[in-house]
């Protein structure tokens, strides 16, 4: 009996050996579990912080791309009436050099036709001082005055 008491004994002990490095091992694994769930918070814990700045940094790009897409269309406005004008000037520059242009030919044509008036004056101008000399000839009356600019005939007194 006391054999069977022994080895019972014996048993208790090995049982609680066996235990002692059970629970050792179990708490070996909750201290890991518990190193491995901070770490795993800490992580999410960065993560959400990076999620919150990546998230704060998408919306500033989504306002400033809706400031930009604002800003887009009025300048996209403002080269649509740019290139109107433009257009209207281009049309008011052709018109203008087209009036130019017949104007200096109108121009050129009169300055032509003056210049051929001119010629023709002084022609008519000599032939009608010619003609004057040939039909009014100068007589002087017996003083030596011009009869037709004082209205005497010549003889007569």
């Not at 235990?19 to 491995?36: F, G, R």
């Amino acid at each position: 009996m006391k054999k069977v008491l022994l080895e019972m004994e014996d048993q208790k002990n090995s049982y609680e050996q066996k235990a002692k490095e059970s629970l050792q091992k179990v708490l070996e694994e909750k201290m890991s579990a518990e190193q491995q769930l901070q770490s795993a918070q800490r992580s999410l814990a960065l993560a959400e912080q990076k999620c919150e700045e990546w998230r704060s940094q998408y919306e500033a790009l989504k306002e400033d791309w809706k400031s930009l897409g604002t800003q887009h269309r009025e300048l996209e406005s403002q080269l649509h009436v740019l290139q109107s004008k433009l257009q209207g000037a281009d049309s008011r520059d052709l018109q203008m050099n087209q009036a130019l242009r017949l104007l200096e030919n109108e121009h050129q044509e009169l300055q032509a036709k003056i210049e051929h008036l001119q010629g023709d004056r002084e022609l008519y101008s000599s032939d009608t001082q010619h003609l004057q000399e040939a039909m009014w000839p100068m007589a002087l009356d017996a003083d030596g005055n011009d009869c037709y600019s004082t209205g005497s005939v010549p003889g007569q007194q």
